[in-house]
């Protein structure tokens, strides 16, 4: 017997005379209309296809109800319009339109359940077919290349130059999570994932515990990255970007020595700041006597090397600048000669457009819940951190080919979502299709048409 949780119908303040009633009885109608431009943008690359392909299903065939594919398909998509708890497929279960672009050959048969959701988290990686319950695999290794081919294959001709932006960040747990360690610098119990995007494309999402150096794991990441890069665009220009937590002597060693480029910020330190001391001197001066006090700076070469950590000299570019009430020297230690980048270009230029990553790393943690890493294992929470990493993948495509000469093609997950998802539809299914009828009076109408034929126009990669 169905259990009425809440009232039938709701009573609010009357508008003009007229009473203000409200009730959840409308079955067929989806708060997330959205979801079929996401099943587009999935569509014309086989994203949840070859994400699917990265697990193992030791079930029975003849007993499975929701394969593989099913399940991952439900769970980024509701990731991607803001359902972040297995709880909440409690309810989008019985949604008509997410089970028609899960893949439900009948749309009114209910998705899987929040407890069937979690068994596929929860499956340890030695699970198998004699398991009683957790019996679908993630292949690691598999995953973490799919993220690197969703790059490569969004791109139908290699680029002359793909910049690798590697960072670190916090992700902090509340309970007694494997790998728990409380790390000084942020404050908090915390693990400490490591991000790697070019661009705006995610091709690396590794879960990490926090009592560890920022760039521990970083060069068997890079390594495995650009050897992935290179066997499909052996042409292409690859150039690692970072701050200086990452400015280790085997990771640009390793550059140099197999042609990648390199710019990574550098601590300073007394022998540095001594080698600008002038530079210093000048930048205030000229601030104080021909700026009125305004912010001065100015770059230097120099050549570098400490005095057992690295195995070479390197050429460092130092920045001297005067704040108006304080020194800021910066330092960047890279390979690119001054021919090919001048210290003003490179600091300005280059380096300093890494910052756009933070704000990816914000979307995904912000926007797409990749801090929801509350299960007991590591395991199981690197697969929530690459369900959302996933998501993440799903709306940039998104952006990259539905969205480009619109004014949301720069807008951030949260936006998307908002303005695009969220679109509530009236679902009809019959035999030979499913009807959506959105709002005629919604703001975003031509916008969505327009996307939806944007979309139509995107090359399915072979």
Partial sequence: MKTECTPKQLKFD??????LVAAFDAEHISSDGGLALLHRTDGRFGLMRKFAACFRDLRAPELVQHT???LVRQRVFGIACGYEDLVDHAALREDPLLAAVVGKANPAQKLASPSTLNRLELT????????????????????EHFFVDAFLDAHPRPLREVVLDLDATDDPIHGTQEGRFFHGYYGNYCYLPLYIFAGDFLLAAKLRTSGIDAAAGAMEEVQRIVARIRERWPDTQLVLRADSGFARDDLM????DTGVDFVFGLARNKRLEQMIAADLALVRAVSLE????APTRAYRE???????SWTRERRVVAKAEWLGDKHNPRFVVTSFCEQTYPAQSLYEELYCARGDMENRIKEQQLGLFADRTS?????ANQLRLWFSSVAYVLLNLLRHFGLRGTELERAQAGTI???LLKVAALVRVSVRRVVLSLSAAAPVRDLFARIAEQLCTVPVPS
């Fill in 124 to 143: 340890p990686a030695d699970a198998t077919a004699a398991a009683r319950y957790r019996k679908v695999v993630y292949d690691a290794q598999a995953l």
């Fill in 417 to 419: 979502r908002l303005r």
């Fill in 14 to 19: 009357a508008v003009g005379r007229r009473k």
């Fill in 253 to 256: 060693a390793w550059c140099e």
């Fill in 68 to 70: 593989v594919e099913e």
């Fill in 302 to 308: 120099l050549r570098y090397q400490t005095h057992d």
């Fill in 375 to 379: 299960a007991h294992t590591l395991r």
């Fill in 290 to 293: 021909e700026r009125d006090g």
